[in-house]
């Protein structure tokens, strides 16, 4: 299949093309969710199966996408979208608070998202991994947008004087594989604690980093 079949325009039941594309595509996405992240799993699911789940024809599935591939990776970057809304909406709420407040809400809003469906965590951190060098590229890059995330809020506690003022990139990069390692852990059940203490864990590893040893912050 070398490219897409052509989507039908105009308007057909009070709905636009554009309109009934868009509802097909989450259809297809929802069906995703169901099939990659809990069974069969992406590599045992077939275009025929996730358009018979989606109630669709594998006609309007090549309309939408041109593999499981593509579908995929639509769907990794939905789940961790909503977990970044979630964490922003946290820190504006947060925007006048503590620096332990901050970072209490940024991890309580991440880890309630992504693991409020034992599916986005399969997709996030298992079903994505050795797909392809491309899905390995989205995945990376993925990661590198909560490092830079991290970095952001560093040098925002940084300029208030309640974190330490230095490169947070390598630490960053650090914390974020321990909050996959770790979430993903738990969610497996091979960790034996509550999410409470899991998302406390995380919270003291970042106030370690942004207040290490020594550092005082400015007097105010």
Known sequence: MTGRLKAPTG????????????????RFLDAALELFGAD??????????????AGLSTRQFYEEFRTLEDVLAA????????????????????????IDERVTAIFRAYAADI????????????????VSPRMEEQ??????????????????LAARGEAAPRDY???????????????????????????????DELVRQLLGILRPPGWEPAAG
């Open 75 to 98: 769907l990794h970057l939905q789940v961790n979208g909503w977990a970044e809304e979630a964490v922003l909406a946290a820190l504006a709420e947060a925007r006048d608070r503590t």
């Open 115 to 130: 693991t409020s469906d034992p599916r986005r965590i399969r997709i996030a951190f298992v079903e994505i991994i050795g």
């Open 169 to 199: 990139r390598l630490a960053a990069t650090a914390f974020i594989g321990s909050v996959n390692g770790l979430l993903h852990d738990w969610s497996a059940g091979w960790v034996d604690a509550t999410l409470d203490e899991v998302v």
């Open 139 to 156: 995945r990376l890059a993925r990661r590198a947008h909560w490092v830079d995330l991290i970095c952001a809020e560093a040098e925002t």
């Open 11 to 26: 308007r057909y039941g009070g709905k636009t093309a554009a309109q009934r594309q868009a509802e097909r595509r989450g």
């Open 40 to 53: 069969p799993g992406y590599r045992a699911t077939t275009v025929a199966a996730l358009s018979e789940a």
